[in-house]
């Protein structure tokens, strides 16, 4: 069983940054730092996105609307992953979700940009 509680959105003016977090609770301890993480966002009338993905071993990829602006990390220690959003724009606007291995979603934290 897998929960995940993310924290950290909020109201900032373009250029600005924020910081997500993400706790996870697993029932197995092996779970989460075998387990791919991600961040999703979904802004108003549109599909759920990738914004980025960390695997396992530390890979990362990136949409490439924030390649350069957004850093995803992840600490399997404290079961911990991390969105660290610089450089805000108003088309990052959103609610932003943490996935564990695809299958587990959190209920999200809302991220609005004013310009």
């Known amino acids: 069983q897998v929960q995940l509680v993310e924290s950290g959105g909020g109201l900032v003016q373009a250029g600005g940054s924020l910081r997500l977090s993400c706790a996870a609770s697993?029932?197995?301890?092996?779970?989460?730092?075998?387990?791919?993480l991600g961040w999703y966002r979904q802004a108003p009338g549109k599909q759920r996105e990738l914004v980025a993905r960390?695997?396992?071993?530390?890979?990362?990829t990136y949409a490439g609307s924030v390649k350069g602006r957004f850093t995803i990390s992840r600490d399997n220690a404290k079961k911990m992953v991390y969105l660290q959003m610089n450089n805000l724009k108003s088309e990052d606007t959103g609610v932003y979700y943490c996935?564990?291995?695809?299958?587990?979603w959190g209920q999200g934290t809302q991220v609005t940009v004013s310009s």
């Open positions: 697993t029932s197995n301890a092996l779970t989460f730092p075998i387990s791919s």
């Open positions: 960390i695997s396992s071993s530390g890979t990362t």
């Open positions: 996935n564990l291995a695809s299958d587990n």
